[in-house]
């Protein structure tokens, strides 16, 4: 069925390393893959986003990279700050009708101790 | 850049009532939007895919009888949560979907006492 599969579910790291999370998504047809930040009670907020014609973007401290022969994306945040601390979702588009709903991982909970 | 303004953000109820949750595309036409709900700690499950001048399409298991969706118009997409239940207390947040990508409102939280 329709799936994205996001883990690990919690990663704690100390300031200054780097942090990893992975998904997998079902949909061969997906072809956007965005990555947000969510803070308590706020809105998910887009940190970035790749679409299914290049495999690597980045932006300053944050990259995402794709694999759409295995369906898996990653996101990618180095020289962490305490200011990242928050929880992550990935999310892919699944499209059964044409209307190309967003679903969501199960979320990844970051923290970073200084 | 794209807005979804979401109405209002935060409600108490009694048991039994029904609650009205708006939410407007503010500079783009929205054809589809999408209703999320949030638990305390875990994901956006996505409820039910809202389609201007069309019935919405709901995931399996969410009922469509307690929660009515109507999308009357390109901007505007309502969720209303009817005979609410202490158990329908939760993150209830709208999106939609533009040229740049998906633009969430900012959510309502629904206590339902």
């Known amino acids: 069925g329709e799936n994205v599969e996001q883990h690990p579910s919690t990663l704690s790291v100390q300031e200054g390393d780097s942090a990893v999370i992975k998904c997998t998504y079902s949909?061969?047809?997906?072809?956007?893959f965005p990555w947000y930040k969510q803070e308590l009670g706020k809105r998910p907020q887009l940190i970035i986003d790749i679409r299914s014609n290049v495999g690597e973007k980045k932006d300053q401290r944050i990259a995402v990279t794709l694999n759409k022969t295995a369906k898996h994306f990653s996101l990618h945040i180095t020289e962490t700050q305490p200011e990242d601390s928050a929880v992550y979702f990935c999310a892919a588009p699944l499209s059964p009708s044409g209307y190309n709903k967003l679903i969501f991982g199960a979320g990844t909970r970051l923290a970073v101790h200084p | 850049g794209a807005v979804v303004s979401q109405h209002p953000s935060r409600v108490i109820c009694k048991s039994g009532t029904s609650v009205k949750i708006e939410c407007r595309s503010l500079?783009?036409?929205?054809?589809?939007m999408f209703w999320y709900r949030q638990f305390p700690k875990k994901s956006l499950m996505l409820m039910a895919t809202?389609?201007?001048?069309?019935?919405?399409?709901?995931e399996q298991g969410v009922e469509k009888d307690k929660f009515l969706i109507n999308h009357a118009s390109l901007t505007l997409s309502t969720l209303t949560v009817t005979s609410a239940h202490p158990e329908d207390s939760s993150f209830y947040i709208c999106?939609?979907?533009?040229?740049?990508?998906?633009?969430f409102g900012s959510g309502t939280r629904l206590t339902v006492v």
């Open positions: 500079d783009f036409q929205a054809t589809t």
């Open positions: 999106s939609a979907r533009g040229t740049g990508g998906y633009t």
């Open positions: 809202s389609n201007e001048g069309s019935k919405a399409t709901y």
């Open positions: 949909d061969s047809a997906s072809n956007y």
